[in-house]
């Protein structure tokens, strides 16, 4: 079974950054396309980015393109999700996603969330 745990969440100020890892322990995430989501109170789960397989490629939503960046570190199986110029309406519970191909599709296995949370 695979099992991804998405940490490095916290609290933030407006304008500061995070960066947030997705880790895995019985699968070489290089082997995986690597999706982002987030949840925020009281709202439905989005995707907010992926990672292609091949690492030559990203995919952003356009509220936080420009802001965040997805990147591998093979060599530590580890993705992270670099979160720049945080903004208050970016709180939310993160997740990180694995699809067997080389881009994410729904998401076939997910990992307990970190909860970022932004406000001065």
């Known amino acids: 079974e695979v099992q991804l745990q998405a940490s490095g969440g916290g609290l933030v100020q407006p304008g500061g950054s995070l960066r947030l890892s997705c880790t895995a322990s019985?699968?070489?995430?290089?082997?995986?396309?690597i999706g982002w989501h987030r949840q925020a109170p009281g709202k439905k789960r989005e995707w907010i980015a992926c990672?292609?397989?091949?690492?030559?490629?990203?995919t952003y939503l356009d509220s936080v393109k420009g802001r965040f960046t997805a990147s591998r570190d093979n060599a530590k199986n580890t993705v992270y999700l670099q979160m720049d110029s945080l903004k208050p309406e970016d709180t939310a519970v993160y997740y990180c996603?694995?699809?067997?191909?080389?881009?994410?599709?729904?998401?076939?296995?997910w990992g307990e969330g970190t909860l970022v949370t932004v406000s001065s």
């Open positions: 019985t699968v070489t995430l290089r082997y995986y396309a």
């Open positions: 990672i292609n397989r091949s690492d030559d490629d990203r």
């Open positions: 996603s694995a699809d067997e191909t080389e881009w994410c599709g729904v998401g076939h296995y």
